[in-house]
């Protein structure tokens, strides 16, 4: 629908419901839409600002029951606040504004009760002095800095890591807040504002005014605490419970260059590990908006392409000892991924336990390195020596937010953290909405079809190639493998590019399709995935990036199977084949010229999904300061619309007049109904009828 369509539907001449329902059904017999759809435009590509929890308080955003509604005002500029603030004669408000005005204007905003809720356009391109709505200390009451480890180093009191930080994510809004991104809807709703809203010669503008209305309404407050008992409570005493919350989970993927038993948890005798470690998860100011370019998906795409590269080597040359690729999930959230691998090597729940681990690398963002400059970062308190050399910052600086910090509150393990920041982040737009592919450089020439585009090698890609390399060799060197055969190892710059196309730019390709399951397959879209952890649900138990790595980290690592796809989905029986220690897939394949379906095949692989799901909830300690306890809010109904308001004198009209018609129909109804016999009667008939 054009933006014609939509604004006609909001000219002047539908100002209230009653004119409205004259005009639905002008003719008898004559097909009708509904009053709704009459007064309202629904906006469909929103998303909403939602309610968060932890053990201490609650975050995020939420509306009435009923859902918030103001008289729209665009704020062009900073001065239109005043509007919206104090001289604006028809509060409350619904504020649009650009992204630009967002860091420097919500906490204005806050707590007015003159705002019903804001709407923020997104454009395509992010403020050019950056846009981090997180802390500027990601993560610094979880991590492994305290009171009693490295005090000096805690709180960020060596290095601020994201001085670009504002904390709005972390922020407690008591009005609704949603995005959208420029087009079709937003250009409707500032022609609706254009039309309505200004007025003529400097005057007030007049009646009837375009409003909009938010609806966000959350069912868990105050602390996680709070909600989970609520939540037992309706378990326990209700037939159908309405749980009000959820705590944040999904799933961990591992493998290992030589399979570990599945069956067999805790200490495994005569076994060293090189973990191999990166984060999958990112976030954003609004739910399910998390495109991660730089905080995620460029150091998993690195590692992907590490295990990849590594594959033709220790094949015929294997290290001395064992490498695990691990990729978290949850740890924007207080490391809910790598505090439960932890958890469950400290209790015997998972294939190795602490005491096997040699080392660890892990992966942060390293999608923006500058000229060709790599930094690692170690822990000064437990620093030891390691075989990975590379510029080193001044060792009294802490280790940045990592997952490396989850396994040095359990002990000293070696290990370092490779970044492309010395200090603070190079990245400009951390854990916001516009740190995506757009900002990772990742664009193609114009007039290339998208099959094209999948293939076209991106400078992003050959420069990840090139850390990958240095990842996998460094890997390979620090597992006891020989110095003679690190030039075979080299990681595809093809790889990376259809890895950073499908993650980034649009996960429905042709590689994807065949690399993963004809399930999978079919919830492919046209969009990147999202890497927001999210909740588990029934029709969504992995998140969608959790799928994709491990299918992908599958073929990178496992061997094709002669099976059939009944075969390959119970190997159990047949000699050769052990699902303790492979996991079995069947992939779609790839599509042949001149056919629709793919040519499945069998791949067996070293590759496990774990629970990233925070010990503070099997050990019902929802008030843990030691494990993440972080839940999302349930809500109803998640809504945005806009619409021609009356003035209050003229609804009050519209009221009166209904209420003097209802009783002016009672007083009829009445009338008739006593004097019935009278004027229903009729003159007894004939009883004699000639014939």
């Known amino acids: 629908m054009n933006v014609g369509i939509w604004a006609s539907r909001l000219k002047s001449g539908q100002p209230s419901l009653l004119l409205t329902c004259l005009h639905i059904c002008p003719l008898p017999g004559v097909g009708c839409s509904s009053v709704q759809q009459k007064i309202y435009v629904q906006l469909n590509k929103t998303f909403p600002c939602v309610r968060l929890l932890n053990a201490t308080h609650q975050i995020g955003c939420q509306s009435s029951v009923s859902g918030d509604t103001g008289v729209l005002h665009v704020l062009e500029t900073e001065t239109d606040l005043d509007w919206v603030l104090s001289s604006g004669p028809n509060p409350p408000y619904v504020v649009l504004m650009v992204a630009e005005h967002f860091n420097s204007t919500m906490m204005k905003l806050k707590g007015s009760a003159r705002v019903a809720g804001v709407a923020v356009v997104i454009s395509k391109a992010g403020p050019a002095q950056g846009f981090s709505p997180h802390h500027s200390c990601p993560n610094q009451n979880s991590g492994v800095y305290s009171d009693s480890y490295g005090p000096e180093l805690a709180g960020c009191n060596v290095t601020v890591w994201n001085p670009l930080g504002n904390s709005l994510s972390y922020e407690d809004f008591r009005f609704p807040i949603f995005s959208l991104h420029e087009g079709e809807e937003a250009d409707v709703i500032r022609k609706c504002f254009l039309d309505h809203n200004r007025g003529v010669n400097g005057s007030d503008p007049a009646y009837p005014l375009c409003a909009m209305q938010l609806a966000s309404h959350m069912y868990a407050v105050k602390d996680t605490a709070t909600c989970m008992r609520r939540n037992d409570i309706q378990s326990r005493f209700s037939i159908s419970p309405e749980f009000v919350c959820d705590a944040l989970a999904d799933y961990n993927v591992w493998s290992s260059l030589k399979p570990l038993n599945n069956s067999g948890k805790g200490h495994l005798d005569g076994e060293s590990v090189v973990i191999a470690a990166t984060r999958l998860d990112s976030r954003s100011f609004f739910w399910n908006e998390a495109p991660g370019g730089e905080s995620a998906v460029g150091g998993f795409v690195t590692l992907l392409a590490a295990a990849q590269a590594l594959r033709a080597v220790v094949e015929d040359h294997p290290p001395s000892q064992n490498i695990l690729f691990t990729f978290f999930q949850?740890?924007?959230f207080d490391y809910i991924g790598s505090s439960r691998m932890v958890y469950d090597m400290e209790n015997g729940k998972f294939?190795?336990?602490?005491?096997?681990?040699?080392?660890?690398v892990e992966i942060g963002q390293v999608a923006l390195h500058r000229n060709g400059q790599l930094w690692l970062h170690s822990d000064p308190v437990s620093r030891r020596n390691s075989s990975v050399r590379m510029a080193e910052p001044d060792v009294s600086q802490p280790l940045p937010p990592s997952s490396f910090q989850?396994?040095?509150r359990?002990?000293?393990?070696?290990?370092?953290?490779l970044t492309d920041h010395m200090s603070a982040f190079s990245n400009r737009y951390y854990e916001s909405l516009y740190d995506d592919a757009e900002y990772l450089n990742v664009s193609y020439p114009s007039g290339l079809s998208p099959e094209e585009q999948l293939e076209y090698v991106t400078d992003t890609a050959k420069t990840l190639a090139e850390v990958a390399t240095l990842v996998a060799r460094s890997l390979y060197k620090q597992a006891g493998g020989l110095d003679d055969h690190l030039s075979s190892i080299n990681a595809d710059p093809k790889i990376v590019t259809q890895m950073l196309y499908g993650f980034l730019v649009q996960s429905n390709n042709s590689w994807f399709r065949s690399l993963v399951s004809p399930d999978i397959v079919k919830n492919l879209g046209p969009q990147p995935p999202q890497y927001y952890v999210g909740v588990p649900t029934s029709g969504d138990p992995v998140k969608m990036p959790t799928w994709l790595v491990q299918y992908v980290l599958a073929n990178f690592t496992g061997t094709l199977r002669n099976l059939t796809q009944t075969q390959c989905k119970n190997p159990e029986d047949l000699e050769g084949e052990s699902k303790d220690l492979y996991s079995y897939f069947w992939v779609q394949g790839p599509v042949p010229p001149n056919s629709t379906q793919g040519e499945g095949y069998c791949v067996r692989a070293p590759v496990r999904l774990v629970k990233a799901h925070s010990p503070a909830f099997e050990l019902h300690q929802y008030s843990s300061r030691d494990y993440s306890t972080w839940t999302e809010s349930r809500w109803k109904q998640i809504q945005?619309?806009?619409?021609?308001?009356?003035?209050?004198d003229l609804e009050m009209l519209t009221l009166g007049v209904g209420v003097a018609v209802l009783l002016v129909s009672l007083v009829v109804t009445y009338f008739i109904n006593s004097k019935a016999d009278l004027l229903f009667s009729s003159s007894r008939e004939t009883t004699s009828t000639a014939y």
């Open 330 to 332: 949850g740890e924007t």
């Open 406 to 408: 989850r396994f040095l």
């Open 410 to 417: 359990a002990r000293p393990i070696p290990g370092v953290v």
């Open 351 to 360: 294939v190795i336990d602490l005491d096997n681990i040699h080392s660890l």
């Open 640 to 648: 945005a619309r806009i619409f021609l308001v009356a003035s209050r």
